[in-house]
């Protein structure tokens, strides 16, 4: 339900449009790793997924699930609440990892949370926190970087702009981009599995965000 509810929503508050590398693919099991820049782009990347036929399981803050209607939706369809500094974290990659291997598609945000800043415009990704890499290294799944852009102009700032954003958002309809990398298999510690992971949102982040115009000096990682 969550999948089609963003496949259809998102082309109401913007135009999306999607990309992905050669060999890019989504093999039952894998995790998808995207970068997180906005309370709208977990709906825009689903939306993407469902248009290649990908409905993932959503690794999202445990704060959802005490939404009425929305958190009862979450937990039947089997999406995993995240409760980030405290002991119940590792039931979340445990959740993780039993999806994986029933064969779903897990999106986890390996940055743990949003950007502070409150500008509408695209930046890198922010550091990875070693889930991504422990799960990984746990299952073996491989991990197909994601990178999105746009989400800010739907979304983003102060709680007043962001509301004012979304109610805006269905008459200015920005350009949206999800680009699908290469899925990745990497070897090593997880501070080379997260450092591997990292840049090839990064990568992939860079060609959604060029794909919508952004100049250079915003669009490329200092």
Do not use: C
Request: aromatic share 2%; proline share 7%; glycine share 10%.
């Amino acid at each position: 339900m969550l999948s089609r509810i963003a496949d259809i929503l998102v082309p109401v508050v913007g135009r999306l449009s999607v990309t992905s590398d050669p060999g890019a693919h989504l093999a039952p099991g894998s995790i998808i790793a995207a970068n997180h820049t906005s309370l709208a782009d977990p709906a825009i990347v689903v939306a993407a997924l469902r248009r290649l036929g990908a409905e993932p399981v959503v690794m999202a803050a445990a704060g959802l699930w005490r939404i009425p209607l929305l958190g009862r939706a979450l937990a039947r369809e089997g999406h995993i609440p995240v409760v980030r500094g405290d002991r119940r974290a590792a039931a979340s990659l445990d959740a993780a990892a039993e999806a994986l291997e029933r064969g779903r598609l897990v999106l986890i945000y390996a940055e743990g949370g949003l950007p502070r800043r409150k500008d509408a415009g695209e930046a890198a990704p922010g550091t990875f926190r070693s889930g991504l890499a422990r799960l990984a290294e746990r299952t073996g799944a491989p991990i197909v970087p994601v990178g999105q852009a746009g989400a800010r102009r739907v979304t983003s700032g102060r709680l007043a702009k962001q509301f004012g954003g979304l109610v805006t958002a269905p008459l200015r309809r920005p350009d949206l981009h999800v680009h699908i990398g290469a899925p990745l298999e990497p070897t090593g510690g997880r501070a080379l599995r997260t450092t591997a992971a990292h840049t090839a949102v990064t990568t992939a982040w860079r060609t959604a965000a060029h794909r919508l115009g952004e100049a250079s000096s915003s669009a490329v990682p200092s």
